[in-house]
C-alpha cells in the first residue's frame, strides 16, 4: 500500500513539473495583453499626430489670413469674405467650411484714446464664436506686452476649429483637464497694414 502511494505521489509530482513546465499557449496570452496596447498606442498616435498638423494649419492660416488683408490701401467686406477662401484651403485636408470659422479685426488707436476694435467680420465656415480680441467698439485684448501707439492699426486674425478626434474621444476629455486645448481649438496672427490706414472699411 506504501508502494503504492509513492507512486502516486511521484506521478503527481512528475505530472505537476511536467504542467509548469508546459509553454505551449503562453504566446498567445501575451499576445492577447500586448495587442490592446499597442493598438491603443498607434491610434492614440495617430490623432495626437493629426491634432499637431491641425493646430499648425490654423497657425498658417491665421498668418495668411493677417497677411492677406493687411496688403491693400483700403478693403471691403465682400473682399474680406472673398479672402477667407485662401484659409479653407491652408487648412485642407480638414474641413474648415464645415467645422471652423475666421474672425478678422481691425483694432485701432486715436490719439489720446484707447484703443478699441474698429470693425469685425465673420465667416470662413459656420462658426461663430465671441472674439479672443474683443467685439467692436471695445478695448482689445491683445497679448501681454503688445502696444499699439497713437495712429497705429493693427489687424487681427482669429482662425477657429472645432476639433473631433477619429477614434478616441477620450482625448477630448484630456483637453477638458488641461492637457491639450479645448475641442475648439483657435490659432490668431496680429498685422500692420502695409500702405494705408484699414481702421475703416471701404463702401464697394
Not at 47 to 69: E, G
Not at 86 to 102: N, R, S
Request: glycine share 8%; proline share 6%.
Amino acid at each position: 500500500m506504501i508502494r503504492i502511494n509513492n507512486r502516486v505521489k511521484r506521478s503527481l509530482l512528475s505530472h505537476t513539473r511536467r504542467f509548469s513546465s508546459d509553454t505551449n499557449g503562453s504566446t498567445i496570452i501575451e499576445f492577447a495583453f500586448i495587442v490592446p496596447i499597442v493598438l491603443l498606442m498607434l491610434l492614440g498616435g495617430f490623432d495626437v499626430a493629426r491634432y499637431i498638423l491641425l493646430n499648425q494649419k490654423l497657425d498658417r492660416a491665421a498668418a495668411t489670413m493677417s497677411d492677406l488683408v493687411s496688403r491693400p490701401s483700403n478693403i471691403t467686406e465682400a473682399e474680406i469674405n472673398q479672402l477667407m477662401r485662401a484659409a479653407v484651403e491652408v487648412v485642407e485636408p480638414f474641413d474648415l467650411a464645415t467645422d471652423g470659422g475666421v474672425i478678422i479685426s481691425s483694432v485701432y488707436k486715436r490719439p489720446g484714446q484707447a484703443a478699441s476694435v474698429t470693425w469685425q467680420i465673420k465667416g470662413g465656415g459656420p462658426l461663430r464664436p465671441i472674439s479672443i480680441i474683443g467685439g467692436v467698439g471695445n478695448p482689445p485684448v491683445m497679448p501681454n506686452g503688445f502696444i499699439i501707439r497713437d495712429n497705429e492699426n493693427i489687424i487681427t486674425a482669429e482662425v477657429y476649429y472645432d476639433y473631433k478626434p477619429l477614434f478616441f474621444q477620450a482625448l477630448k476629455n484630456i483637453a477638458n483637464a488641461g492637457f491639450l486645448p479645448d475641442g475648439m481649438l483657435v490659432q490668431t496672427a496680429y498685422r500692420q497694414p502695409r500702405l494705408g490706414d484699414l481702421s475703416t472699411l471701404s463702401v464697394p
